[in-house]
């Protein structure tokens, strides 16, 4: 099994993030560790680093409020990327988020620099990872205009069945569902829908663990793909070996 999605280089792990590690690798494969910004993604580098061949880096910039981020640090991460391409296995996360930005000029910012990321996976053929909410359809339509993208990844899709139907008429487009499966009854009438050829696997720790209260962690990934076997009514280990091996295709690992 694959963590495809957290950030474990957050400061809620700073007490014990040597143990939350520890247990991820009794259980899982590997585990991608998603940058949210020029600093952050300098501490998932260093955390890859440590932790080679089980933590892998990806470079983003913030998804949900991109659009009041200085120009300078947009610039400063596209170089990042650009100098770290070979070290990481995607860009991400990376996107627009409708759910919190409701003012029409700030997302059309969104947009603007959403369009600069995509160019630029496009560009050096490096994997997209993207945090989209409420606004599904249209980055879908933004993506679908690039030809050179190897792999497109829906982090946490919530968008409509309709929308998954256009993304699994692409064979290297993905949909990642997370631990929020085991709660969110619309994730798992949604997910009914998504052939398992689509699928990938996260818990986007430390956030979406099974109560509010708690701190979510990578080995939980396993909640998701039991219950992901529980409601296609396949038996665990086809659910692991497919999901599994959709993310080493995805990220080449
Ligand atoms: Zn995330």
Sequence with gaps: MIDTHCHIDFEEYDFDR?????????????????GIGYESNKGVLELSKEYENFIYPSFGFHPVSSQNSPQEELIN??????????????????????????DKAQREKQKEIFQTFIE?????????LMHVRDCEKKALNMV??????????????????????RI???DNYYMSFSTMLCYSNAHQELIKNIELE?????????????????????????NA???????????????DDITTSNARKVFGI
């Design 18 to 34: 040597q143990e939350v590690i520890k247990k991820a690798k009794d259980c899982l494969d590997a585990v991608i560790v998603s």
């Design 77 to 102: 991460t596209h170089e990042q990327i650009i100098e770290n391409k070979n070290n990481i296995l995607a860009i991400g996360e990376v996107g627009m988020d409708y759910f919190y930005v409701k």
């Design 120 to 128: 630029l996976s496009d560009e050096y053929e490096i994997p997209l």
């Design 144 to 165: 679908l205009e690039y030809d050179n993208i190897p792999y497109v990844v829906f982090h946490c899709y919530s968008g409509s069945k309709k929308t998954a139907k």
């Design 168 to 170: 699994m008429e692409k």
């Design 198 to 222: 689509h699928i990938l696997t996260e818990t986007d720790s430390p956030y979406l663990a099974m109560t509010k209260e708690e701190r979510n962690e990578p080995a939980n990934v396993v």
């Design 225 to 239: 793909v039991k219950k992901i076997a529980e409601i296609k009514n396949e038996d665990l280990q086809t659910v």
